[in-house]
């Protein structure tokens, strides 16, 4: 399940997102080379990590495996603060329009050759129901550019911002990523089943015992 974490419940969350900073870290610090978000606590927290921000994390037993980040295009963020060199036109704003980012996978549950991982598929999955029910319909990422025919096969339908330029050990192009119900039918069917992946606010993390 993907379980949203906000200010209103994050404090019963607080295990889960250490867990999630670390998992940040490793990903976009140790793995992307991404220097400048290093910290000596092993935890990537950035001055986006606030009040606006919508956390989501796939959560098995007590262990997250997968993360990601939604900011409102209408406040500060990536590509607005600390990125604008990706975009080369007018940077996309409004309130149907967020900003995804901080995306990672733990790596035994990432996917294999084309297919995406069921971790992989649920975090898209919860992006574009968290989504349609709050009146989001548009997305921006940075991201390696072979990840365009991926979104486009997925039935996101992309605009390059910009040319990729080279973050880290990898070149990032920043894209605007839209969606509607036909996206949710599509992660539905390359995943085999149409259930809701996003848990409800009341439901609570199944711990493991020990």
Request: net charge negative; glycine share 6%.
């Amino acid at each position: 399940m993907i379980h949203i974490v906000t200010p209103e419940n994050q404090h019963l969350f607080r295990g889960e997102m250490d867990q999630a900073y670390r998992l940040r870290h490793r990903v976009f610090v140790e793995e992307k080379n991404w220097t400048d978000l290093a910290r000596s606590d092993g935890r990537e927290i950035d001055q986006f990590d606030n009040e606006h921000a919508v956390h989501m994390l796939y959560i098995e037993g007590s262990k997250v495996l997968g993360y990601q980040r939604m900011l409102p295009s209408t406040r500060p963020h990536l590509l607005s603060d600390v990125l604008p060199q990706l975009c080369e036109d007018e940077r996309p704003v409004g309130e149907h329009i967020w900003e995804w980012t901080r995306y990672c996978v733990e790596p035994a549950h990432r996917e294999r050759g084309r297919t995406l991982s069921p971790v992989a598929n649920a975090l898209l999955s919860g992006i574009v129901e968290w989504g349609l029910e709050n009146g989001v319909s548009s997305i921006i990422i940075q991201m390696n550019p072979l990840w365009l025919l991926r979104l486009v096969q997925l039935h996101f339908r992309t605009i390059p911002l910009g040319l990729p330029q080279r973050i880290g050990d990898e070149d990032v192009v920043a894209v605007t990523a839209s969606f509607d119900h036909r996206t949710l039918v599509r992660l539905q069917e390359m995943r085999g089943k149409s259930q809701r992946v996003l848990a409800e606010p009341w439901r609570p993390v199944q711990r493991l015992a020990g």
